[in-house]
């Protein structure tokens, strides 16, 4: 079925420091969405990239969509606490679903 | 956004009981729901898709006479997890996308069920 990829599975940074995360498919995507899951709660969505090297800003979140929409990043500027939580990028599986990569875990450290 | 609420948000069930989770769309339709579980530090995982009026959709290794799910309405989808285990302690999340939206729209999500089977 489908797969995604996504690295680092973890990623501690002090405060203050920026953090990426990427995620990556063997096939050609038709868009990929990201989620934030916070510790004990649900996903929730962040952002959807359509186009071919799309780049969206949310404050200090950077997303960027691959040129051959294969890959994607999210790329947060000056970590704060309230960053902590699980990324998770997700694509379309077969049928309506969506297939989630197996998430970065980001702590900040204060 | 559209709201997907889930009950119970937690449950401690005896091994060998069944324990039933909802999941309700409060202010969209959805003909179309999604059945989730996490294990501890682990990604979410697809156990099936829940379609309004019809049979559940199980992915590959998913019983589909252990978790029993009835969607009987666009609002509500039921999962049962029968004669629980320990190994079925869990999150389970459903979500649900807006009827008759694109299928690449996003997706909301439920507060989870932390099911322990003790």
């Known amino acids: 079925g489908q797969q995604v990829m996504q690295i680092p599975q973890y990623q501690h940074v002090q405060e203050g420091e920026d953090f990426t995360t990427y995620c990556n498919s063997s096939?050609?995507?038709?868009?990929i969405q990201w989620y934030k899951q916070r510790p004990g709660g649900h996903p929730v969505f962040l952002i959807q990239l359509v186009k071919s090297g799309e780049v969206k800003k949310q404050k200090r979140l950077t997303f960027q969509f691959g040129e051959a929409k294969k890959n994607s990043s999210l790329h947060i500027t000056a970590t704060q606490t309230t960053d902590v939580g699980t990324y998770f990028c997700t694509i379309r599986g077969y049928g309506q679903n969506f297939v989630f990569g197996p998430g970065t875990r980001l702590s900040v450290l204060p | 956004g559209a709201v997907v609420s889930q009950h119970p948000s937690w449950v401690i069930c005896k091994s060998g009981t069944s324990v039933k989770i909802e999941c309700r769309s409060l202010?969209?339709?959805?003909?179309?729901m999604f059945w989730y579980r996490q294990f501890p530090k682990q990604s979410l995982m697809l156990m099936a898709t829940?379609?309004?009026?019809?049979?559940?959709?199980?992915e590959q290794g998913v019983e589909k006479d252990k978790f029993l799910i009835n969607h009987a309405s666009l609002t509500l989808s039921t999962l049962t997890v029968t004669s629980a285990h320990p190994e079925d302690s869990s999150f389970y999340i459903c979500s649900a996308r807006l009827y008759g939206t694109a299928m690449n729209t996003e997706a909301f999500f439920g507060q989870g069920t932390r099911l322990t089977v003790v």
């Open positions: 829940s379609n309004e009026g019809s049979k559940a959709t199980y």
């Open positions: 202010d969209f339709q959805a003909t179309t």
């Open positions: 096939t050609t995507l038709s868009n």
